[in-house]
């Protein structure tokens, strides 16, 4: 199926990952390493995007769970000869639902929390076309990627990454305890003010008193 050229970059080469998107990248290694094995092929650089949220009528998918349809549309880019691969893959999904009183609600945004099922089954067919196209295949030689036998991803899922959370946790964490600090002093400040402007209205009365009784009993009686 391949030729020597190819050959000596399977298994040898490591596979780089430009990951643009927050889902675990030794998750999408371990999938794109799965798929260029069985595909006996292995693209130089494989570049991770989100990618558009668009809704084809014709290309929903039943829900595993319950009385839903969804939409997913995995993006790719393969170029022609030994090089890169671009996938769109999904940050959200659209997703229509019948509400409680049979009412059907349409193309609700849904942020997914893991890829898995159909989703990781769809990018594992859409990263083998492309690969295909690094190959030197064009489409009226190629088979739809729907055609394509994934199977051997078996149940792999795709989580987010996790270190990027917490190092994010941390800078909020971070930040938010600053704003406690900032607040606490002006709030002091404030009080300050407030009690200084209170002792500087209690003055200004009193010599504003002093005032007001030598008008009322010395200079009335000059003119
Ligand atoms: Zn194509």
Redesign the pocket.
């Known amino acids: 199926m391949f030729n020597k050229f190819e050959q000596k970059f399977i298994g040898v080469i490591k596979l780089k990952i430009e990951n643009k998107t927050s889902w675990d990248t030794k998750n999408l290694q371990t999938l794109f390493n799965l798929v260029c094995k069985h595909e006996g092929y292995k693209p130089k650089t494989v570049i991770v995007k989100y990618g558009k949220m668009v809704r084809k009528d014709n290309d929903n998918d039943k829900c595993p769970f319950g009385n839903r349809l969804y939409n997913i549309r995995i993006g790719?880019l393969?170029g022609l000869g030994y090089g890169w691969v671009k996938l769109m893959i999904p940050n959200s999904i659209l997703v229509s639902n019948w509400d409680k009183n049979g009412k059907f609600i349409r193309d609700q945004r849904e942020k997914l929390m893991i890829l898995d099922g159909t989703i990781v089954k769809k990018i594992s067919q859409v990263f083998a076309?492309?690969i295909?196209?690094n190959r030197g295949l064009i489409?009226n030689v190629?088979k739809h990627s729907s055609d394509i036998n994934v199977d051997y991803i078996d149940d792999l899922v795709i989580h987010r990454m996790v270190c990027n959370n917490k190092k994010n946790t941390d800078v909020i964490t971070k930040r938010y305890n600053h704003t406690i600090i900032m607040t606490d002093k002006y709030k002091s400040k404030i009080s300050k003010l407030e009690s200084e402007l209170k002792k500087t209205n209690k003055t200004f009365k009193k010599w504003n008193n002093k005032k007001q009784y030598y008008e009322k009993n010395y200079l009335n009686k000059v003119k």
Do not use: R, T
């Open positions: 790719g393969g076309h492309e295909g196209h489409h190629m």
